[in-house]
Every structure is written in C-alpha cells, then in structure tokens.
C-alpha cells in the first residue's frame, strides 16, 4: 500500500469512527427512549427492556456507516484541502483519481459490511424484539405462530391456501389446520385436520377430512392419520420465513417470499419496495462517498462545522427522497425499484456529475 493511500484512509477513519459513533449513537439513543415509553404501559423490568434496546442496535448502528461515510469525506479530506495538503499532492503529481480511489474502495467495503449486517443480524433481532413484545403484551410464549395463513400459485395455475390456528416453532407442529385449493377461482378440494406434524417424510396429519369437489357433488374422505396428500412440501424452516414480517427478513428470504406467495396487488408492490431497499441502503456510502469527496477537493476553504452542516443538509435530503421514493413505489405511480432506488439514483447522479468534472477539469 502507498504511504499516501495510507495517509488517506489514516485522515478519514477519525471522522468516519466520529460520524458513526455520534450518529449510531443518536439513533440508539431514540429507540432507548421508544422501548422505555413502550415499557412504562406494561411495567416491564428493567433487564427486559435493556434486552428490547439491544434487539434495536443492529439496525441503528447501520444507519450511523454511511452518515460517517459523507463525514469522513467532508471533513477528513475537506482538512486535507484547507490546509492544501491536497492541492501539494496534485501539485507533486498526483491525481484527483488516485486521492479519490482510496475513499470509494473503503466505502466500498463498507457497502458490503452494511449489507452483511442487515442480511444477518439485523433480521434476527427484528423478529426477536416483536416475539418479545407478543409475549409481554399477550403473554403468549416464544414460537407460537397464532392464526398461521399462507398462499400460493402452483405451476399448474392452481392457488392453495394454508391455514392454521396454531404453529408451533419447537415442535413443528400446526394446530387446527385447513388446505384448499383453488382452481380459475373455484375451489376443488379441501383437507382438514386436527394437527399437521413434520416427519421423515413430509407432513404428517392426524385425524384429517378431506372433500374433493366435483361439478355437482362434494365427495369426503375421513383418514385416521396418515402423510399430508394435499401437495403442501414447505419445510419448517420456510414455514417460518413465511409467518416473518418484511423487515423480518433478509433480502433472499424476502425474494424467496415473493416468489413463493400469492399477494394481493398492493401488498407485493409494498414487499417488492421492501426488497429493493435492503438492497438500495447500503448503497447509501458509496453514494455519499461520490458526492462528498469533490465537494471536499475543492479549493475554497471549508470550517469543520460547515462540513458538519452540509452532512447533515445531505442526510434530511435522502430521507425526504426515500420517503417520496418509496411512496411513489408502493402506489404504483413509478416501479418498485425506481422507488427504492430514487434517492441514490438522485445524489448519486449529483455525486456523479461532480466527481467527473472534478475528475477532468471540466
């Protein structure tokens, strides 16, 4: 590596590690004071509530990354060109380039970690935090799924609906469960049973009644016990992604979930806009990376606070674009990725246009 590439990411990981310890800390802050509000309705103890705020830091921390990412561009390299330690290294040879490459290969990197963290941890602890408040708030224990409904189109054009009263996590097992399906909008069969239990073989139903329906008549079948006939082959594993909430879920989970449920209009354009999202927001520190450092190369000298304040300027700005974007999305005024993506397409393309005429002299 380069004594100056060093020299570089040496000046930007102070205010990077500033920008992401004051920010990820503001916003842990907020969700500490939202789970104590909550809490105060249920008189929760206090180890309970400090286990809530530890399922919220995942997600906080990630949006401190990439307000730490303008930071450390505005403000390291911004110190770097007030003090025209910039303008030597050009002068000496040089490039805008190579002064830039060092910041977009480490935001880079920081893309991928943000995107690794909402893929993993993140998820887990969503689910984690809302299994906590069903259980403070109804009581229920932990891997109970109540009132369990599922749908989706076969290949052969037929619909199935799943329902079931109960689903228990631990023992795999629904409860009071019903199977229909559902053929050019008419129901063609049928199945009921009192427990449906996984098993070396697929599911396995205990006590079940099935009707398969015909032009005029209905003909029902009582089966003591036996494997599920009804063609329902989801593992156990998926019958939990499929009970998760979008922000559940990471973004192969929540493809895997579109592409296997049948949703309503509405509903599949708001989870495809979901699912662009957690694909779009770790792209947030390249793109601030693109637009922050020509704005902090350039010649006129820059305080620290006003570096801070066009940070902040930036920040308010992509939060109204990805509420605007994201409205737009789920409302079908535009598709869902242009919705989810309007607010990197918007600064990234400012970014962009300033990072090539800094680049060429134009």
Not at 187 to 214: A, D, N, Q
Not at 222 to 239: L, M
Request: positive net charge; charged residues 20%; proline residues 4%.
């Amino acid at each position: 590596m380069r004594i100056i590439t060093r020299y570089l990411i040496k000046e930007l990981m102070g205010p990077f590690l500033f920008g992401f310890l004051a920010f990820g800390g503001m916003f842990i802050g907020w969700s500490l004071v939202s789970v104590i509000q909550w809490s105060e309705s249920y008189s929760v103890p206090l180890l309970t509530v400090l286990r809530l705020w530890v399922y919220n830091v995942p997600e906080n921390m990630a949006y401190g990354v990439y307000i730490g990412v303008l930071l450390a561009t505005l403000l390291g390299l911004g110190r770097m060109t007030s003090h025209s330690e910039t303008i030597a290294m050009q002068a000496g040879g040089v490039s805008f380039m190579q002064i830039a490459t060092p910041v977009l290969v480490v935001s880079a990197l920081l893309t991928a970690g943000t995107f690794f963290l909402n893929e993993s941890l993140t998820p887990l602890a969503k689910h984690a935090y809302r299994e906590e408040q069903t259980l403070i708030r109804y009581g229920k224990p932990k891997g109970i799924i109540d009132e369990y409904f599922y749908t989706e189109r076969l290949k052969d054009g037929k619909k199935r609906l799943v329902y079931a009263e109960q689903y228990n996590v631990m023992e795999e097992r629904f409860i009071n469960v019903t199977i229909q399906e559902m053929e050019q909008g008419q129901l063609v069969r049928t199945l009921k049973s009192k427990e449906l239990l996984w098993g070396e073989h697929g599911w396995y139903f205990r006590e079940g009644e099935i009707f398969t329906y015909r032009e005029d008549a209905v003909i029902p079948v009582r089966v003591t016990e036996g494997y599920n006939p009804s063609g329902f082959e989801k593992t156990p594993e998926q019958v939990i992604s499929l009970s998760r909430r979008p922000e559940e879920m990471g973004w192969w989970d929540l493809k895997w979930y579109l592409e296997n449920t049948e949703l309503s209009t509405k509903k599949r354009r708001q989870y495809e806009v979901q699912l662009h999202l957690k694909m779009a927001f770790p792209f947030a520190c390249l793109v601030f990376a693109l637009l922050g450092t020509p704005l902090a190369l350039q010649s006129n000298r820059r305080t620290a606070s006003a570096g801070l304040g066009i940070t902040l300027l930036n920040v308010i700005f992509y939060y109204i674009l990805m509420a605007v974007g994201t409205f737009l999305g789920q409302t079908g005024v535009t598709s869902p990725w242009v919705g989810a993506w309007l607010q990197n397409l918007v600064i990234g393309g400012y970014g962009l246009y300033l990072f090539v005429r800094k680049a060429f002299n134009i």
